[in-house]
Each structure stands twice: as structure tokens, then as C-alpha cells.
């Protein structure tokens, strides 16, 4: 169980967005490769309309607005929790298994299990007690103790999704082992800070190009490594 401890500055730094970005690039890559080994890969692609849009990859300048968690989303329970011991885990095929692990984007792996109980694609699965957070593209299955976030308004895309993410990682930084367990109460009233615009509302096209920017440079990074060992084909 978790309860928050001291206070702390709950406002998004760049360091913050670019771990968040990078290890959700780094699991579509291993996805890709993984992918690509049984005959099925698709490319990882950069959108190149980012280039008439390039904005600098700093949050200096940028207005921040302060949200509750449950005026922005939906806290859905998993339709049905699947022990991981009673269940046969696939390295593919089925739908993804979400557990409160902080690695491989929160997935355990695959599993095939009845679609009546996949959970929602495109929302944010939060693994209670461990406050892993992470961005869930396709429908899937949930171990124990996962939250399912779901956007209210506005566009919930991959990319907003990861600035979203490293909002509330953020915000949750400042608990400690305790008692409250991250209950839909606490979840529901914890603040979190978000750029807006000069209507004071969410500015989603800042988070878009923001993170696609980020996207840009790792991606760059990544390509020049494989050039370098030989990897690139």
C-alpha cells in the first residue's frame, strides 16, 4: 500500500517526458524486432509532418494548469482479473496480459482468454500498489489490481498518452509505502499538472508535437547506432 509522504513539485520535467517516451519507443522496438523474427514486420514509422511544426524540445514558456485525475478520467476495475498461475502464458498471439510489473509496457505477455473481458484499447492501465503506469494502444487482459483510465474528452493519441503518463508518474512520485494502495478515492482526487493554453484548457496539440519531437530525436539516435554497429540493413 502506498501513501503520498512530502510534498513535491508535481510539474512534468523534460528528463521526466523523454524515460517516458524513450522506454515506451524502446518496447515498440523490441515488439518490431520480435515481430519481424516470426515474419509479420511492420515498420516503425515517424510521422514527417512534425517537420513543419518542430518546436524545441524544452518547457520553458509553457503555462501549466492543474487537473484532478478524475475530472480527466474515467477509473474503470478490469473486467475480470486473471491469475497469472492460472493462466497459459504466450510469448505471442492472443491479446496482451497487463500485470503491476514496471517492465515490457506493464505486459506479462499474451494470453487467450474469453474477449467478452478484453478491456478498452487506447487508455492508460494503472497498476495499483506499484503506481506502474503505462499507455495501452490494443484491447487487453488484466492481472490483479489494475486500474483502466480512460479519457473523458479530448484526443487520447499514443503520443498525448506518454505525456499523460509522465504527468502522473509524476504526481505519484511523492508517495511512499503505506496504507492507502492507491484506492479510485486517492487516485480520483490527486492533482495533476498539464500544459494549457490561453483559454486555460488542455493544450493537446502542444502534447502531440511535443512528444513527436522527442520521438524525432531518439528515433535519430537509434538509427544511428544500428548504422554505427551494422545492424541497419
Given at each position: 500500500d502506498w501513501n503520498q509522504s512530502a510534498p513535491v513539485d508535481t510539474t512534468p520535467t523534460l528528463e521526466d517526458i523523454k524515460r517516458t517516451v524513450s522506454n515506451y519507443l524502446a518496447w515498440e522496438v523490441s515488439q518490431l524486432l520480435k515481430r519481424q523474427r516470426q515474419g509479420q514486420g511492420n515498420a516503425l514509422k515517424v510521422d514527417s509532418r512534425i517537420n513543419a511544426t518542430r518546436i524545441n524540445a524544452t518547457l520553458e514558456g509553457v503555462e501549466w494548469g492543474e487537473f484532478k485525475l478524475g475530472d480527466l478520467f474515467e477509473i474503470r476495475s478490469?473486467?475480470?482479473?486473471?491469475?497469472?498461475?492460472?493462466?497459459?502464458?504466450?510469448?505471442?498471439?492472443?491479446?496482451?496480459?497487463?500485470?503491476?510489473?514496471?517492465?515490457?509496457?506493464?505486459?506479462?505477455?499474451?494470453?487467450?482468454?474469453?474477449?467478452?473481458?478484453?478491456?478498452?484499447?487506447?487508455?492508460?492501465?494503472?497498476?495499483?500498489?506499484?503506481?506502474?503506469i503505462f499507455y495501452q494502444e490494443l484491447p487487453y487482459f488484466t492481472g490483479n489490481r489494475i486500474k483502466v483510465l480512460k479519457l473523458k474528452n479530448g484526443k487520447l493519441t499514443r503520443r498525448?498518452?506518454?505525456?499523460?503518463?509522465?504527468?502522473?508518474?509524476?504526481?505519484?512520485?511523492?508517495?511512499?509505502?503505506?496504507?492507502s494502495s492507491?484506492?479510485?478515492?486517492?487516485?480520483?482526487?490527486?492533482?495533476?499538472?498539464?500544459?494549457?493554453?490561453?483559454?486555460?484548457?488542455?493544450?493537446?496539440?502542444?502534447?502531440?508535437?511535443?512528444?513527436?519531437?522527442?520521438?524525432?530525436e531518439r528515433i535519430a539516435e537509434l538509427d544511428a547506432y544500428l548504422k554505427v554497429t551494422g545492424l541497419k540493413d
Open positions: 478490469s473486467k475480470r482479473k486473471f491469475d497469472a498461475n492460472k493462466v497459459r502464458i504466450l510469448e505471442s498471439g492472443g491479446h496482451p496480459y497487463v500485470v503491476r510489473t514496471s517492465m515490457n509496457n506493464g505486459q506479462k505477455g499474451f494470453i487467450d482468454e474469453d474477449p467478452r473481458f478484453l478491456n478498452e484499447g487506447n487508455t492508460i492501465s494503472f497498476g495499483q500498489d506499484t503506481a506502474t498525448t498518452a506518454q505525456f499523460f503518463v509522465s504527468t502522473m508518474l509524476r504526481a505519484f512520485s511523492g508517495f511512499s509505502w503505506g496504507s492507491f484506492e479510485t478515492s486517492v487516485l480520483r482526487s490527486q492533482l495533476l499538472k498539464l500544459p494549457v493554453s490561453k483559454d486555460k484548457k488542455i493544450d493537446f496539440d502542444f502534447m502531440e508535437r511535443f512528444v513527436a519531437e522527442i520521438e524525432k
